[in-house]
T-cell receptor, first 111, second 116 residues
Framework: RKEVEQDPGPFNVPEGATVAFNCTYS??????FFWYRQDCRKEPKLLMS???SGNEDGRFTAQLNRASQYISLLIRDSKLSDSATYLC????????????FGIGTKLQVIP | GAGVSQSPRYKVAKRGQDVALRCDPI?????LFWYQQALGQGPEFLTY????????KSGLPSDRFFAERPEGSVSTLKIQRTQQEDSAVYLC??????????????FGEGSWLTVV
């Protein structure tokens, strides 16, 4: 089983739609969780951190479920500019916090 | 600059050639990571440094891959006797570490390696 699993998609959604991605992780001791966005042929960039209480940033909402070991990203009112690959990132614990990426979920927002 | 800087941005190597990829992390960042990203895949972990110490090199795919960070700042990833399967983007990332705010990982633009 991979340490971090994501559905690679692609998710093709119309403008204005709401779309949700999930990601599961295998290490129950993982401490920190993030969503990164990666545009084609560009480096990953931090979209948002994910907190146990859930957090929201504009149209984006991230949730963490430690019991079931998954995190989610919800995008409301999708824009064309949201088209990208969304990478789930899990950071370990202890003195060395290994950072592991999922394969990424590709989102294509259609006019 | 303020971000993670990588060079060269693009490299075409003949099979069997040695290559060296450089990463200049954000000043003061303790943690430095190297990742390999093949087309259509997520970044795959290669190795991790905390200052000059290489704490994890479990992701290096073979003994042809070698990384160093001798003074705890700039890092070099060296690939000896390159093979076609080494063709990928090599991403370097750094983070401050040691605090919740230090958790954010910043990436360089990557070094695109093509082995022909």
């Amino acid at each position: 089983r991979k340490e971090v699993e994501q559905d690679p998609g692609p998710f093709n959604v119309p403008e204005g739609a709401t779309v949700a991605f999930n990601c599961t992780y295998s290490n129950s001791a993982s401490q920190s969780f993030f969503w990164y966005r990666q545009d084609c042929r560009k480096e990953p960039k931090l979209l948002m951190s994910v907190y146990s209480s859930g957090n929201e940033d504009g149209r984006f909402t991230a949730q963490l479920n430690r019991a079931s070991q998954y995190i989610s990203l919800l995008i409301r009112d999708s824009k064309l500019s949201d088209s990208a690959t969304y990478l789930c990132v899990v950071k370990g614990t202890g003195g060395y916090q290994k950072v592991t990426f999922g394969i990424g979920t590709k989102l294509q927002v259609i006019p | 600059g303020a971000g993670v800087s990588q060079s060269p941005r693009y490299k075409v190597a003949k099979r069997g050639q040695d290559v060296a990829l450089r990463c200049d992390p954000i000043s003061g960042h303790v943690s430095l990571f190297w990742y390999q990203q093949a087309l259509g895949q997520g970044p795959e972990f290669l190795t991790y440094f905390q200052n000059e110490a290489q704490l994890d090199k479990s992701g290096l795919p073979s003994d042809r891959f070698f990384a160093e960070r001798p003074e705890g700042s700039v890092s070099t990833l060296k690939i000896q006797r390159t093979q076609q399967e080494d063709s990928a983007v090599y991403l370097c990332a750094s983070s401050l570490a040691g605090s919740p705010r230090g958790n954010t990982i910043y990436f360089g633009e990557g070094s695109w390696l093509t082995v022909v």
